[in-house]
């Protein structure tokens, strides 16, 4: 088959959608299907990645081309462009807001059935922080609009389903994000240790992922100031692996925590599974998700997860019992579920081998 995968984002822009774009692209390509990834052109520097597939860029890496137009007007010429060299059977777009608008338009002019992936702020609504575009009633219209021309439409999580659950039956598929268990499996390492200069007996509680609201990371800082001042412990370091974290110092210098807490900076891809390798618990203090990709890699490196009750972070749990549910926004219920595991080294290891086994799942 030959597959056009759509987006309005993608590599070396760093994010889940962005990498679950182009690991699905190199799977389909490796399964004998003719893949090509047109994307929004983030720059003029050519892309520095690997990958099997075509690639093509539409627009210009400059403001304002989206409301001018001209990244609308890219998208068609470009895919069109490919399309004529040999026809595109599908099309599959990323992202629903304004891709999905450019897709949409693309496939009825081309009459090419398409399926389109919400991947999380595109139809998820969290008011308390401002987070989604449906809160804006013209994004909420022209987002319903693009799900209901799509021929189908993919959702990553049970959570986001629900969200487009006013498309009914048969139109909805569930395929959750999924990881190469290849590449992210279960070994030692003391790189995090090494690169810390941690005590060979610190227990490592790890976060990975950009600073966003959405993350939760604040949170998640005041729940080791829970564990190191009510519970009393000493023997843990929490890691956090992103861009962004500039903007958390000062929470952590305010929480008297620079002896516990430390940052580091993005990571290479082929360091990341070292991150998952020499930790123990895998924590997200989130207060949404699409479906967190990096907490499926940390399963399937067999860590136990301490996870908040929010859509996109709960599906993994309650699906295979690989780790703890605490209180989006509690860090006295966060800091007691991470106590629960740091002081059970039993459950701790009963939980990863579940995580092992569930991320065969993804």
């Not at 450019?102 to 987070?131: C, K, W």
């Not at 499996?185 to 810390?196: E, F």
């Not at 998640?220 to 843990?236: S, W």
């Not at 219920?333 to 990863?352: F, Q, T, V």
Request: with cysteine; aromatic share 8%; proline share 5%.
């Amino acid at each position: 088959m030959r597959i056009c995968i759509f987006g309005g984002s993608f590599l070396p822009q760093v994010g889940g959608m962005e990498y679950v774009m182009h690991n699905l692209a190199d799977t389909l390509q490796s399964h004998g299907d003719e893949v090509t990834v047109i994307a929004k052109r983030l720059g003029w520097a050519p892309a520095g990645f690997p990958h099997t597939y075509a690639l093509a860029r539409f627009g210009l890496p400059l403001p304002a081309t989206g409301r001018l137009g001209i990244d609308f007007i890219g998208a068609v010429w470009v895919v069109w462009r490919e399309h004529r060299k040999k026809p595109f059977e599908v099309i599959h777009c990323h992202g629903v807001a304004a891709s999905g608008r450019r897709a949409a338009f693309i496939s009825r002019l081309l009459n090419i059935p398409l399926v389109m992936t919400p991947h999380g702020e595109d139809v998820q609504r969290i008011p308390d922080i401002g987070y989604g575009l449906r809160l804006d009633s013209s994004w909420d219209k022209v987002i319903t609009r693009n799900l209901q021309v799509a021929d189908r439409v993919t959702a990553i999580s049970e959570s986001i389903r629900r969200e487009i659950d006013f498309l009914g039956k048969g139109k909805v598929v569930i395929v959750p994000n999924g990881i190469f268990t290849d590449k992210f499996s279960a070994r030692r390492s003391t790189y995090l240790r090494d690169l810390l200069g941690l005590p060979v007996d610190t227990q490592v509680i790890l976060s990975v992922g950009r600073n966003h609201i959405k993350k939760g990371y604040a949170y998640g800082i005041k729940a080791m100031y829970e564990l190191l001042h009510t519970h009393n412990m000493r023997d843990f370091h929490y890691v956090l692996v992103g861009r962004g974290m500039d903007d958390l110092q000062q929470e952590v210098a305010d929480c008297g925590l620079e002896d516990w807490v430390s940052f580091v900076q993005e990571v290479p891809p082929e360091k990341v599974q070292d991150c998952y390798n020499s930790s123990q618990i895998f924590f997200s203090p989130s207060i949404v998700e699409g479906l967190s990709l990096v907490s499926i890699e940390a399963i399937a490196c067999g860590l136990p997860l301490v996870v908040t009750d929010v859509p996109g972070n709960e599906d993994v749990v309650r699906e295979s019992n690989c780790g703890i549910i605490v209180k989006c926004g509690d860090v006295k219920s966060m800091a007691e579920g991470l106590r629960k595991l740091l002081l059970n080294p039993g459950l701790e290891k009963e939980l990863g081998r579940t995580a092992l086994e569930a991320s065969k799942n993804y």
